[in-house]
């Protein structure tokens, strides 16, 4: 039990990747702030399901694009579960599938200062209690797509490799404070985000990956709990790709 005695909070973990990550960090001691934006009852059955296992777990709603909302939330997390020491920023914006050349300006704008904005207000809200007590665990989950950009993905690259470059910055800026920031890459991952993906498509993916599938959230979910875990202690500023090898750096 690692995490025993920490609070959490992931943003967008009513469903996917942050819903994996919520379970597992809770299965790990941690109390967990599960946050949602519009499908309350998915969030209230991550909880459901942490607490049959003995967890502790809270759904709380916010848009993490709203600063406001995203400082009710972290102060609900605060007094339901305590001051939070481990910040997973998972919630993002859809992607707009488009070759740039019909990208609109707004398409562009909106996955882009979205996905900045999703990052942005609960970093505001939650670094300076982690200053105060000098100490903190942030974990951003960005894509293997802001390191080998595909045709039609323009405007995801640039908002992931944006979150690459802000974590980087806190990194170095925050690392003084006793606080590590680190990203989580995912390849693709079988979530309800990339249930269009074709099935030959995603076939021909795990064919060209060395481990020979494609991801499931809980796979992305054990990374992060490998960096929000005291045994990380010494590793901050690094991005870590899980995708079965299918990038190497
Ligand atoms: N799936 C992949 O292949 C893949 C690959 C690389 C990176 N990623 C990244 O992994 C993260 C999670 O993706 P996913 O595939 O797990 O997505 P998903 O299954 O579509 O789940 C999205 C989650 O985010 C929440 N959410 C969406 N907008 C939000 C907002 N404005 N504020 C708060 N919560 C919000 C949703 O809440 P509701 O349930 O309330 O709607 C839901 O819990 C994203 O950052 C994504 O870019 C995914």
């Not at 996917?16 to 949602?36: D, F, Q, W």
């Not at 939330?73 to 919630?91: F, H, Q, R, S």
């Not at 105060?132 to 993905?153: H, N, Q, T």
């Not at 795990?206 to 990380?232: F, H, K, N, Y």
Request: glycine share 8%; aromatic share 4%; with cysteine.
């Amino acid at each position: 039990m690692e995490l025993k005695g920490k609070v959490v909070l992931v943003t967008g973990a009513s469903r996917g990747i942050g819903a994996a990550t919520a379970k597992l960090l809770a299965r790990h001691g941690a109390s967990v702030a599960v946050n949602y934006v519009k499908n309350q009852a998915a969030a209230e059955a991550v909880v459901k399901a942490i607490a049959s296992e003995g967890g502790r777990a809270a759904a709380i709603h916010a848009d993490a694009r709203n600063p406001q909302e995203v400082a009710a939330l972290v102060e609900e997390t605060k007094n339901e579960l305590g001051p939070i020491d481990i910040l997973v920023l998972n919630a993002g914006m859809g992607v707009p599938l488009k070759p740039f050349m019909e990208l609109s300006y707004k398409e562009f704008q909106n996955k882009v200062m979205g996905e900045m904005d999703c990052f942005f207000h609960p970093l505001k809200a939650v670094v300076p209690s982690m200053v105060e007590r000098k100490s903190g665990c942030i974990i951003g989950i960005s894509s293997g797509l802001s390191r080998y950009p595909a045709p039609r993905f323009s405007a995801h690259t640039t908002a992931k490799s944006a979150v690459d470059g802000l974590m980087k910055s806190l990194a170095l800026e925050l690392g003084s404070y006793g606080i590590r920031v680190n990203v989580v890459s995912p390849g693709l991952t079988m979530t309800d985000a990339t249930a269009w993906q074709p099935k030959e498509q995603v076939e021909a993916i795990a064919r060209m990956t060395p481990l020979q599938r494609v991801a499931q959230p809980e796979d992305i979910a054990g990374a992060v709990l490998m960096l929000a875990s005291e045994e990380t202690r010494f590793i901050t500023g690094v991005y870590i790709p899980v995708c079965g090898g299918q990038l190497m750096l």
